[in-house]
């Protein structure tokens, strides 16, 4: 059975920073395609971020373009957890963050789904 516990939300003020993690189990963050998205009320959920399983050797993170640069995923192998650090945030970041598990990457595709979810957490931008 695969769980992923999100931690880490909260509120923050423009410009501030969180970093959110994933703790995983029954899933290994090391061999899955990992990522995070969220979902803002009242629209769809989107792509935040992904990075392939460490045997795609050379591939680099993805990032969506509204977070590009402010955003940084990574993973702790050890503790079989993956981070998002949140940087420069803004009101439009404001979403319920969600970490996913066999994360669907495709070339030439835009990455809009996973296998497995966790519950989510929220981030509230104020200005």
């Known amino acids: 059975q695969v769980q992923l516990v999100e931690s880490g939300g909260g509120l923050v003020q423009a410009g501030g920073s969180l970093r959110l993690s994933c703790a995983a189990s029954?899933?290994?963050?090391?061999?899955?395609?990992m990522g995070w998205f969220r979902q803002a009320p009242g629209k769809e959920r989107e792509f935040v971020a992904a990075?392939?399983?460490?045997?795609?050797?050379?591939?680099?993170?993805w990032y969506s373009d509204s977070v590009k640069v402010r955003f940084t995923i990574s993973r702790d192998n050890a503790k079989n957890t993956l981070y998002l650090q949140m940087n420069n945030l803004k009101p439009p970041d404001t979403a319920v963050y969600y970490c996913?598990?066999?994360?669907?990457?495709?070339?030439?595709?835009?990455?809009?789904?996973?296998?497995?979810w966790g519950q989510g957490t929220q981030v509230t931008v104020s200005s």
């Open positions: 996913a598990a066999d994360v669907a990457i495709k070339p030439g595709r835009e990455i809009e789904d996973a296998a497995f």
């Open positions: 990075v392939a399983p460490v045997s795609w050797i050379g591939s680099r993170p």
């Open positions: 029954g899933r290994t963050v090391s061999s899955s395609a």
